[in-house]
């Protein structure tokens, strides 16, 4: 997607990624409606994104999580191991308490939800832009609780134990993916996908590959209601 000549130097060029196109379509005249921001790029996975960005190179990268065939997260650290410094906001319908934190250790500058309204979705970039780091009051309490040594962790869920990859694994059995279909979606060996079965099944205290399945399915449909515990 090539900048409207129209467009004033001083404009901000945004790069989006996200796996729907109903959904890059509506930020893009959302974005494009903006007297300081335009839209440069769009991409749908992790591949056409690196190539999009680094030929771009845009002032920002506004990313889902839910990418085809890997992860937002993924995408985060492939940047950050290239060297691309571009400033990241991940916008996603993922449960912050879960994923914010995640982000923003992978190197984004900035969580925001699917489920804001338009103006909040545009501060989030501006603020990004600025410099700033965007989260929700709630998260921003927590990050500053845990710096000074606080702990608000207590009662969280077990899933939150689990490791970026994990929680994607986790994702994809709770979604009734086999071993050998998550091994080919992620790009990883069976032996690998299974390992980090064992790993979850410990750190959830789970017996067995039936209550892994049952947990991650219970899982997974509290989040596509919404409600992730």
Aim: glycine letters at 8%; one cysteine or more.
């Amino acid at each position: 997607m090539t900048p409207h000549p129209e467009f004033l130097p001083e404009t901000k060029s945004v790069f989006l990624v996200d796996d729907h196109p109903m959904v890059r379509e509506q930020l893009t005249q959302l974005i494009d409606n903006q007297p300081d921001l335009h839209v440069c790029g769009e991409a749908r996975d992790v591949s056409e994104a690196l190539e999009g960005i680094e030929r771009q190179l845009p002032d920002i990268a506004v990313v889902d999580l839910n990418l085809r065939k890997s992860s937002g997260l993924d995408l985060i650290k492939d940047l950050k191991a290239r060297g691309l410094r571009i400033p990241i906001l991940v916008l996603s319908m993922h449960d912050e308490g879960l994923y914010a934190e995640r982000a923003l250790r992978a190197g984004a500058m900035g969580y925001v939800s699917k489920q804001e309204n338009t103006r909040e979705i545009l501060m989030a970039i501006r603020q990004v832009l600025g410099g700033g780091i965007h989260v929700s009051p709630g998260l921003a309490g927590k990050l500053v609780m845990n710096a000074i040594g606080g702990n608000l962790d207590q009662n969280s869920s077990p899933v939150s134990k689990l490791a970026d990859r994990e929680l994607e694994v986790f994702q994809l059995i709770g979604r009734g993916c086999g071993t050998r279909k998550i091994a080919e979606s992620l790009g990883l060996s069976v032996k690998t996908i299974e390992s980090y079965r064992a790993r979850i099944k410990d750190k959830l205290n789970l017996e067995d590959g039936v209550q892994l399945l049952q947990r991650a399915v219970q899982w997974v449909e509290s989040y596509d209601d919404g409600k992730s515990t």
